[in-house]
């Protein structure tokens, strides 16, 4: 099982970057291309890591923000065969609210249509965990279980801000290994945390390998930090890889925590499990 990072906010050499996740995931006779980022880099990323979007057997949307879901169009345009695994809130119109005002963090319009005019055959409504392909699941809508975790940040779902957005779609996909459970994070609004206990619960895992995406901790202050990194601890990971939206301080953090087996991702990293 091989993954390529094909999106992230830092570039690997010679690749581009862009603010936004997508992964793919090569598990044998099936690929699955896991969010899309913003849609700028995706498919040069693709084409010099060697990733043939064609081949994508299903792309999975992790949640709704358009940082994830940009490249919708363009990447099922290129791969007609494949199959849109989300959440049926994925098209939620969505603010984040700052300074000055609300701004538009949905999926992006055009997107939205691609995904709406898509035959019934080509879409799963991912409400619950599921199996995408041997050794590969999804983990459906993540149960908010700890009091230290929160959407990582003001999102509401009117551009007033007055009504908040528990970004219910957010979801992670989990792999199969000989080693344990790797689980795959888009942003993690669910809270990092709650994301890993979920996963190794539906997919009946007892250890958990590596943990690789977004941990949605730029906003997290001190003391969630602090009670996120003591709880991943327990898990004893034997890989952590904040991307995207992590934060440096997070990034910090865990280094301090867990020393080498903190890889911080950039576009074009390349992972193998057995």
Not at 60 to 84: F, I, K, M, Q, R
Request: charged share 20%; glycine share 12%; proline share 6%.
């Amino acid at each position: 099982m091989r993954m390529t990072v094909l999106v992230d906010d830092r570039p690997g050499p010679g690749l581009s970057a862009e603010h936004g996740f997508s992964l793919w995931v090569d598990a044998g006779e099936r690929h699955v291309l896991f969010d899309t980022g913003q849609g700028g880099v995706v498919e040069k990323n693709a084409r010099i890591t060697g990733v043939d979007l064609a081949t994508a057997d299903a792309i999975v949307l992790s949640h709704g923000h358009y940082d994830h879901t940009g490249g919708l169009d363009s990447t099922l345009s290129l791969a007609p065969g494949s199959v849109v695994y989300c959440h049926p809130a994925v098209t939620r119109k969505r603010y984040s609210i700052g300074s000055r005002g609300g701004t538009v963090v949905g999926m992006p319009g055009p997107c939205r249509d691609t995904l709406d005019a898509l035959p019934v055959e080509r879409k799963r409504w991912v409400v619950k965990a599921i199996t995408v392909c041997s050794g590969v699941g999804l983990t459906g809508p993540i149960p908010r279980g700890t009091a230290y975790e929160d959407t990582g940040g003001p999102f509401f779902l009117d551009p007033e801000g007055t009504v908040p957005d528990p970004i219910e779609d957010d979801m992670a996909m989990w792999l199969e290994t000989g080693h344990g459970l790797v689980v795959l994070t888009g942003c993690s609004h669910a809270g990092l945390i709650n994301t890993i206990e979920n996963a190794l619960r539906e997919a009946h895992a007892e250890k958990l390998h590596a943990v690789i995406g977004g941990f949605h901790l730029g906003n997290a202050d001190h003391r969630r930090l602090r009670m996120t990194v003591e709880a991943l601890q327990a898990f004893r990971p034997s890989m952590v890889v904040p991307c995207h939206c992590s934060g440096t301080d997070a990034i910090d953090a865990l280094t301090s925590a867990f020393g080498d087996r903190v890889r911080p991702g950039t576009s074009g990293d390349s992972f193998h499990f057995s």
